[in-house]
T-cell receptor
Framework: DAGVIQSPRHEVTEMGQEVTLRCKPISGHNSLFWYRQTMMRGLELLIYFNNNVPIDDSGMPEDRFSAKMPNASFSTLKIQPSEPRDSAVYFC???????????FGQGTRLTVV | GENVGLHLPTLSVQEGDNSIINCAYSNSASDYFIWYKQESGKGPQFIIDIRSNMDKRQGQRVTVLLNKTVKHLSLQIAATQPGDSAVYFCAENLAGGADGLTFGKGTHLIIQP
């Protein structure tokens, strides 16, 4: 298996633009997580899905952030409109289920100018 | 405004020596713990895990110790190698594993040649 695949690896966008980050979890994994990593706050859980259903989005910073998982093999994290403070590395991770090891993608480095 | 970065604790050891990285976790209800390694520009990578019904678990060159009384986790790396240089994170998962992993702030391990 290729592991968790994220795209793009790098994204530079202007303030106010919409940004969509993509994730393909490991086949057969039932849970998917979106994390954000910054120097200020470290790794923060934004939202997670079990069997494509959003379970907890309390970590999503604002209404500008939204995430979807239309099927078991694809998820998106959208920021609209983007702001400079959204600049961070966004990671997607997947697991077989609760209480199991999370496998991380390589991340998307987002820069909002 | 002020922009203060996260100052990660740094541990510097000589190549070949053993290293111990410590972590204090926050939730006494957590029952699953993982150590991750993150190299520059990459996503966190699983090293070893331990469940709360154990106090020690060994892998290849790594040992994790869990002290539930004081909510403390440690990672021991034996005979360190240059490739061990990275940031190491401990992560905890609440009982039942319904929530995503909560990560500590990380420790930067530097292996001196």
């Amino acid at each position: 298996d290729a592991g968790v695949i994220q795209s793009p690896r790098h994204e530079v966008t202007e303030m106010g633009q919409e940004v969509t980050l993509r994730c393909k979890p490991i086949s057969g994994h039932n849970s998917l997580f979106w994390y954000r990593q910054t120097m200020m706050r470290g790794l923060e859980l934004l939202i997670y899905f079990n069997n494509n259903v959003p379970i907890d989005d309390s970590g999503m910073p604002e209404d500008r952030f939204s995430a979807k998982m239309p099927n078991a093999s694809f998820s998106t994290l959208k920021i609209q409109p983007s702001e400079p403070r959204d600049s961070a590395v966004y990671f997607c991770a997947s697991t077989l289920g609760p209480g199991t090891e999370a496998f991380f993608g390589q991340g998307t480095r987002l820069t909002v100018v | 405004g002020e922009n203060v970065g996260l100052h990660l604790p740094t541990l510097s050891v000589q190549e070949g020596d053993n290293s111990i990285i410590n972590c204090a976790y926050s939730n006494s209800a957590s029952d699953y713990f993982i150590w991750y390694k993150q190299e520059s520009g990459k996503g966190p990578q699983f090293i070893i895990d331990i469940r709360s019904n154990m106090d020690k678990r060994q892998g290849q060159r790594v040992t994790v110790l869990l002290n539930k009384t004081v909510k403390h986790l440690s990672l021991q790396i034996a005979a360190t190698q240059p490739g061990d240089s990275a940031v190491y994170f401990c992560a905890e998962n609440l009982a039942g594993g319904a929530d995503g992993l909560t990560f500590g702030k990380g420790t930067h391990l530097i292996i001196q040649p």
